[in-house]
C-alpha cells in the first residue's frame, strides 16, 4: 500500500511551510507472550511550529505509544519500532542514538504526562525538581541566585501563587491541578520546540482544567511552541487543537483542520462518534450509539479495523485495509482512509438527533 | 413527569469526625462532606447531582443507601423515614434502592458467574423457585442487550460496556424503585458511552424507575436528567429543571461552571469565567456563601457572613442559593452578568 494519499477530488499537496515534524509510516508492534500487538500500525502525521495537533482515540487506539514512540520511549521490553520514519528538523530521529535521543528529550521534545503523581518525585521539593530540570539541561554553570530566582519565575509563569513559599513544599501537599502546573513548568523550562501532552487534564475538576488549558494556551502564545495534545475528548480538540487525527486500533483513520472534521467528519467511525457524544449547548433527542466493541489487541480484523462495526462496510472492507484518501471536503490537509471515498460523491447519512 | 414524590432529602447533613491520637481519640473538627441540603426525586424522574471533585455527591449517594447516617436531617422513601426502618421494612429497601458504581471492574465479583450477580438481589430475600430465578435472568439479560447464552461466564470475559450492562441488570432484578447511579458511564470508552446512556433511558420507561444520577460531565446531566442539583463545598446551591437550568443558569458557580465546560464544536465561544484559586477544605468551610471567597461577583457581607438558603426565584421551580437572590433583595437582572 502506497504511503501517498490517493487523490479524490483535488491534487493534495501539504504546504511544506513550517512543518518541524514529519512522521512517516511509524509502525511500534509490541511483541508479548500472547501475540504481537499491532499498537501503531502505519501512522503518518505532521506538526507545524507553533501549532496545537490534536491525537484523538478511544483507549487502547494507540495514542500514548505514539507519543512515546517520538522519543524513542516505546514501552520496554515488549515494545520495538519496526517502520516508518520520525523527521524532526530535517533529521531522523530513529537514526539517532541514545546519547543524541537523551539531548533531544527534554530539551526539545518534552512530555507532559496525565498522572502528575507519577511525573513528580515524592522526596523531593518542587524547587528542588525544577531546578533539576534546568541543571540536566543547561549543565551546573547556573549560580544558585539566579537558579533560585528563574525558578521562582518560573512557577509564577504557571500561576502557582507565593511561589517563594510554595518552592519548598512536597508533592503531596499540594492539589492534583497545583501539581499538573508544576509539570507544565518543568515541561517547558527549557523552551522546547515541542510539548507533548498526554490527556494531562483528564484528572482534573472542569474549573482546574479551565485554568490550566488556558495556561497552556498562553505559554503557547508566547513561546511560540508546538504542541501534540493527545485525548480521547472532542470537547478538547473543539477547544484546543488547530488540526486533529483520529485513530483507532493503530490507525489513523481521519485527519484534518479541525473545522473540517467537525463540520465534515467524513470516516464512519469519527461520523458516529461525534454523533454520540451529548452536548451541553443542546438538548439531544437520542444519541446515536456505535454497536459492538473495540476489537481486543492482537485480534485485529484483516481489513479494515473498524468494519465489524460499521454499517456501510462490504465485503472488500472485511479482506482489505483502505487507501488514505485526500483532499476531501474542500481541504487538501483532510484525509481518510476508508473504501466508500472511492466514490467522489458519497457521504456518510446524518443520524437525527 | 414526576407527579409523585418518591424520595425526599430534607435538611441533610453529613459531617465525619477528624481524630487525633490512638489511645485517646480526641475528635479535634469535622468535616463537613454534606452541609444542609433538600432534595425530592419524584417517580421515573431522574435526578442528577454536578459538581466538583469532592463537594459531596458520593456522599449523599451512601447517605441514601444507608450506608451512612446522616448527622442532621431525615430521608423519606415513599414517606416512610429510611433510617426508622426495621424487619421486613429494612430488607424491602434493599430491593427498593439499588446502586451502579463507576467502575465496572472493580464492582464485580470476578469468581462469580454472571448468572449468579445479576440474581443476587433476588436470592437471599425472595422465595423464588430455581426455575423462576433463572427466568427472571435470562429476561433482565436480554433487557440490557447481553445474550443470555453467557449467562455462565465470569466478569473477566467481558468487555467494560457489557460489565456495566450486567451491572445495570443486576439493579433492575428486583424491580427497584430507586437506583443510584454514581458515575456510571465516565469510566467507559466514548464509543461505549452513548449505548449505556441510551440503555439506562429505555429501562427507566421500561420499568419506572426513578435515578439518583452522579455525573461531572455536564452534557451527561443534560441528555440523562430532568432535574439538576449543583453542589459546591457540600451545598446545592443551585436547584431546577434540566432546561430551566441550562438556559437560564444564574447562581455564580453554576455559571463558572458552565463557561469551563468544554464546547461541543470549535466555532463555540464561551465567555470565559475563569475561577481563581481551588476549591477550599470542607473542614474548616468559609463562612457566609461557600462559593464567596471565589466568587467574580459577591456583594459584601451578605456574601461573606450570612448563610444563604436556597430560595425560590420568581415562583418557578427554580432554586438558587446565593446573597444575590437573598430576601428582600431586588432580583438582579437574569442573563450573562459582568
Ligand atoms: N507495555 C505494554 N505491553 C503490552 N501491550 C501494551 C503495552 N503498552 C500498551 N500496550 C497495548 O498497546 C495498545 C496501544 O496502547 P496505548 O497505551 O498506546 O493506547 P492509548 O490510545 O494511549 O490508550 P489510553 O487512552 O487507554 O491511554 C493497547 O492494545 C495496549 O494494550
Ligand atoms: N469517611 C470519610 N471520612 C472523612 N471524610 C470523608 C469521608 N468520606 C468523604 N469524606 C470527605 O467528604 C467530602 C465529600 O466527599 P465525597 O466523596 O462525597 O465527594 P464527591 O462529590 O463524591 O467527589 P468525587 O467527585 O471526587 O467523587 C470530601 O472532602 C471527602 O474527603
Ligand atoms: S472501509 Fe468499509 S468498514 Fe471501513 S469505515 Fe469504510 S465503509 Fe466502513
Ligand atoms: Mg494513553
Ligand atoms: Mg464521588
Redesign the pocket.
Known amino acids: 500500500m502506497s504511503n501517498e494519499p490517493t487523490l479524490r477530488k483535488n491534487t493534495t499537496q501539504r504546504a511544506n511551510g513550517n512543518v518541524i515534524l514529519d512522521v512517516k509510516d511509524l509502525r511500534t508492534y509490541l511483541f508479548t507472550k500472547k501475540a504481537v500487538v499491532k499498537a501503531v500500525d502505519g501512522v503518518s502525521f505532521f506538526l507545524r511550529k507553533g501549532e496545537t495537533f490534536g491525537i484523538v482515540g478511544e483507549s487502547g487506539s494507540g495514542k500514548s505509544t505514539t507519543a512515546l514512540s517520538l522519543l524513542r520511549m516505546e514501552p520496554k521490553p515488549a515494545g520495538r519500532i519496526v517502520g516508518g520514519e520520525i523527521w524532526f528538523y530535517g533529521e531522523n530521529i530513529l537514526d539517532k542514538n541514545e546519547k543524541e535521543m537523551r539531548k533531544i528529550r527534554g530539551s526539545r521534545i518534552s512530555m507532559i504526562l496525565q498522572d502528575p503523581q507519577t511525573s513528580l518525585n515524592p522526596v523531593f521539593t518542587i524547587g528542588n525538581q525544577v531546578s533539576e530540570a534546568f541543571t540536566v539541561q543547561e549543565g551546573r554553570k547556573n549560580n544558585q541566585g539566579t537558579l533560585l530566582q528563574r525558578v521562582i519565575d518560573l512557577l509564577r509563569k504557571v500561576n502557582i501563587a507565593a511561589p517563594e513559599r510554595r518552592f519548598s513544599d512536597y508533592p503531596h501537599q499540594m492539589s492534583g491541578g497545583m501539581k499538573q502546573r508544576v509539570v507544565g513548568a518543568i515541561s517547558i523550562s527549557c523552551a522546547p520546540d515541542i510539548v507533548i501532552a498526554d490527556e494531562p487534564t483528564s484528572a482534573l475538576d472542569l474549573t482546574i482544567q479551565a485554568q490550566y488549558l488556558r495556561l497552556l494556551r498562553e505559554i503557547q502564545q508566547t513561546t511560540g511552541i508546538s504542541i501534540i495534545f493527545i485525548t480521547h475528548d472532542f470537547g478538547i480538540v473543539a477547544k484546543m487543537c488547530d488540526r486533529v487525527a483520529i485513530m483507532y486500533a493503530g490507525k489513523i483513520v481521519e485527519h484534518g483542520p479541525v473545522r473540517a472534521i467537525f463540520n465534515h467528519p467524513l470516516?464512519?467511525?469519527t461520523h458516529a462518534l461525534i454523533s454520540s457524544v451529548p452536548r451541553m449547548e443542546a438538548r439531544v433527542e437520542r444519541l446515536f450509539s456505535i454497536p459492538g466493541q473495540l476489537p481486543a489487541p492482537g485480534e485485529m480484523p484483516a481489513g479494515?479495523r473498524?468494519?465489524p462495526r460499521?454499517m456501510?462496510?462490504?465485503d472488500r472492507?472485511h479482506k482489505e485495509y483502505?487507501p488514505t484518501f485526500g483532499g476531501l471536503s474542500e481541504h487538501t490537509e483532510h484525509t481518510t482512509d476508508?473504501?466508500?471515498l472511492e466514490d467522489p460523491t458519497w457521504e456518510p447519512k446524518s443520524y437525527s438527533r | 413527569m414526576g407527579t409523585e414524590i418518591l424520595l425526599q432529602v430534607n435538611n441533610v447533613k453529613k459531617y465525619f469526625p477528624i481524630t487525633k491520637g490512638l489511645l485517646f481519640v480526641k475528635t479535634i473538627g469535622q468535616v463537613k462532606a454534606v452541609d444542609d441540603i433538600s432534595f425530592t426525586i419524584g417517580e421515573s424522574e431522574t435526578l442528577a447531582l454536578v459538581g466538583e471533585s469532592g463537594c459531596g455527591k458520593t456522599t449523599t449517594a451512601r447517605l441514601i443507601l444507608l450506608l451512612e447516617q446522616p448527622t442532621h436531617g431525615e430521608i423519606l422513601l415513599d414517606g416512610k423515614d429510611i433510617y426508622a426502618l426495621q424487619g421486613d421494612d429494612y430488607r424491602r429497601y434493599r430491593d427498593r434502592v439499588q446502586a451502579v458504581f463507576q467502575d465496572p471492574w472493580s464492582s464485580l465479583n470476578p469468581r462469580i458467574q454472571v448468572r449468579d450477580i445479576v440474581a443476587e438481589p433476588i436470592i437471599v430475600n425472595h422465595k423464588l423457585s430455581r426455575q423462576e430465578i433463572r427466568d427472571r435472568v435470562e429476561k433482565i439479560l436480554v433487557d440490557v442487550g447481553l445474550d443470555p447464552v453467557h449467562a455462565d461466564r465470569f466478569p473477566h470475559e467481558f468487555s467494560g460496556g457489557q460489565r456495566q450492562r450486567i451491572a445495570v441488570g443486576s439493579a433492575l432484578i428486583s424491580n427497584p424503585q430507586l437506583i443510584v447511579l454514581d458515575e456510571p458511564v465516565s469510566a467507559l470508552d466514548v464509543s461505549i458511552r452513548a449505548q449505556i446512556m441510551n440503555l439506562l433511558r429505555d429501562v427507566q420507561k421500561q420499568y419506572h424507575v426513578s435515578y439518583l444520577l452522579i455525573v461531572h460531565d455536564l452534557a451527561t446531566a443534560r441528555y440523562m436528567a430532568h432535574k439538576i442539583a449543583v453542589m459546591y463545598l457540600g451545598k446545592i446551591v443551585e436547584y431546577a429543571k434540566t432546561e430551566e437550568l441550562f438556559n437560564n443558569p444564574v447562581h455564580p458557580y453554576t455559571k463558572a461552571l458552565f463557561s469551563a465546560a468544554l464546547p461541543s464544536h470549535p466555532d463555540i465561544q464561551r465567555e470565559e469565567i475563569i475561577l481563581h484559586g481551588e476549591v477550599p477544605s470542607p473542614i474548616d468551610p468559609p463562612t457566609g456563601c461557600p462559593f464567596h471567597p471565589r466568587c467574580p461577583m459577591k456583594i459584601g457581607t451578605v456574601c461573606e457572613k450570612e448563610i444563604q438558603t436556597l430560595r425560590c426565584k420568581d415562583n418557578t421551580e427554580h432554586w438558587v442559593s446565593c446573597g444575590l437572590y437573598a430576601e428582600g433583595r431586588p432580583e438582579p437582572e437574569t442573563g450573562r452578568q459582568q
Open positions: 470516516h464512519p467511525y479494515c473498524f468494519a460499521c456501510y462496510a462490504d472492507c483502505p476508508c473504501w466508500r
